[in-house]
């Protein structure tokens, strides 16, 4: 390893592509792609051997702003693009970005069974608990009585997904949450959950400053979480029963293998491909 | 989070660590100055990008001088999250992206450059004050006198500029109205 601000090797600068974004000042994204290159840079991965794979919306721009392989994808599909990535080129990196709408709703059942599938692979998601590309609708993780979306004025009315418990209960094998709020307690973690074989969840608290001002105070809330992480799937889920949904750090680090059909030998060239698609 | 119980001391007991931090500390000034100025350029708000773009070049001045202060020394190589900054996760004057307004003014710019000075005054008094090492106690004087100076130096320049009202975020045509 090197260091991240100072050593030789690659810095985390050099994983940004130099495209500025165009997030919100304040917005919590910015930090997460601070933690995010300073993550790879702490991991000496080169760039080529990265792929950041997403889907849509605000958050979902991330591979835009790195200098590794991205694909910006479809809505909801981040997981389903990155298990094929994975498992056709088990030798790279691949880590999935996105924001909680585009994860636990309209991607919401590929987020189950990737869960249960366990590739090797990150998933970071930053979640603002809002949708904020379309001007703040609530999103799947909007506390019942949040009045300030257009679609909801009365709240939602209903309890919000549970994105770490539903990771447990799916058999993803790292979980852990972050607030943009710390960025290098973040890129921390980012870096145990890609090194952790297997489905790594990182839910990252943050602020759509501009349809969830208030949430500019999340960073006066988030503590630390008082345990340790765990391997026994029973004592995490009664420690997120206990859960506000504020604490960070890592929570659970399971021990199942990842998934990784074996790969047929099989198709050498393009001729070969051409046959098999031949009508 | 970043374990902040411990002891600087317990980390900072040679000049060399000592170089690394500040050199740490002034370079993500320079990541987060040049980010903002980025962020203000995309929202059309020149004036406070080039602001920002002006104070990342100072503290670009400030890593020289470190950088200077360090020939021929070998510094030990810490990742961005092995640093313990005290009392925060991030380098004092790194923890910024989160208080930016696109609506900011330059008098918002140098009151966040100014907090981060402050903070840096403050991180290394406590090196100072809690030093084993009379060499150490002696940089981290030094180094305190010289973000005491910038801090001064700020309030100078920020006394051009008239202190926003607090309606200053204020925007009656919102880009992203709620409809």
């Given amino acids: 390893m090197t260091n991240a601000t100072t050593g030789t090797g690659l810095k985390a600068r050099e994983y940004k592509s130099g495209i500025k974004p165009v997030w919100c000042p304040g917005c919590g994204d910015f930090t997460v792609l601070g933690s995010l290159t300073k993550a790879l840079s702490g991991l000496q991965i080169a760039p080529e051997n990265v792929a950041i794979i997403s889907g849509i919306g605000c958050s979902s721009r991330m591979p835009t702003y790195l200098s590794t392989y991205g694909f910006h994808g479809v809505h909801g599909r981040a997981l389903a693009l990155a298990t094929g990535l994975k498992v056709a080129r088990p030798d790279l990196t691949v880590i999935a970005t996105g924001g909680d709408g585009d994860g636990f709703s309209i991607g919401g059942n590929h987020f189950l069974h990737t869960c249960r599938r366990n590739p090797d692979m990150t998933y970071i998601v930053m979640d603002n608990q809002v949708y904020g590309m379309t001007k703040g609708q609530a999103s799947p993780t909007t506390e019942p009585n949040w009045e300030k979306g257009k679609l909801t004025p009365s709240g939602t009315g209903i309890n919000p997904f549970q994105p770490l418990v539903i990771a447990l209960a799916s058999g993803a094998n790292f979980i852990a949450r972050c607030s943009s709020s710390d960025q290098n307690g973040t890129a921390r973690t980012i870096v145990e959950a890609i090194r952790h074989p297997g489905f790594s969840l990182v839910q990252v608290l943050s602020p759509c400053v501009t349809f969830r001002p208030e949430q500019r105070d999340w960073k006066k809330l988030v503590q630390p979480a008082p345990v340790e992480a765990t391997s026994d799937p029973a004592r995490a889920a009664r420690r997120l029963l206990t859960d506000k949904g504020l604490f960070t750090g890592v929570l659970f680090k399971g021990n199942r293998p990842p998934y990784q059909p074996l790969l047929e030998p099989g198709i050498d060239n393009i001729a070969e491909l051409d046959e098999e698609f031949r009508l | ?179």
């Fill in chain 2, 1 to 179: 989070m970043t374990d902040n119980t411990r002891n600087p001391t317990q980390l900072i007991g040679t000049t060399e660590e000592l170089l690394a931090y500040s050199l740490a500390l002034e370079e993500e000034a320079v990541e987060r100055f040049t980010e903002l100025a980025e962020q203000m350029e995309v929202h059309n708000n020149h004036e406070v990008a080039d602001l920002f773009y002006k104070l990342a070049e100072i503290e670009g001045k400030h890593v020289e001088n470190v950088r200077r202060a360090s020939r021929g020394k070998e510094l030990p190589n810490l990742l961005a999250w092995e640093f313990d900054w005290i009392d925060q996760g991030e380098s004092p004057e790194g923890g910024f992206l989160e208080d930016a307004h696109y609506l900011m003014q330059p008098w918002h710019a140098i009151e966040l450059a100014k907090q981060g000075e402050q903070r840096a005054v403050a991180f290394f008094k406590h090196v100072a004050n809690n030093a084993t090492d009379k060499e150490v106690e002696k940089m981290a004087r030094e180094l305190v006198a010289e973000e005491q100076e910038h801090v001064e130096l700020l309030e100078q320049w920020q006394e051009r500029f008239p202190k926003p009202d607090d309606d200053w975020d204020d925007d009656l045509d919102p880009p992203t109205i709620l409809e």
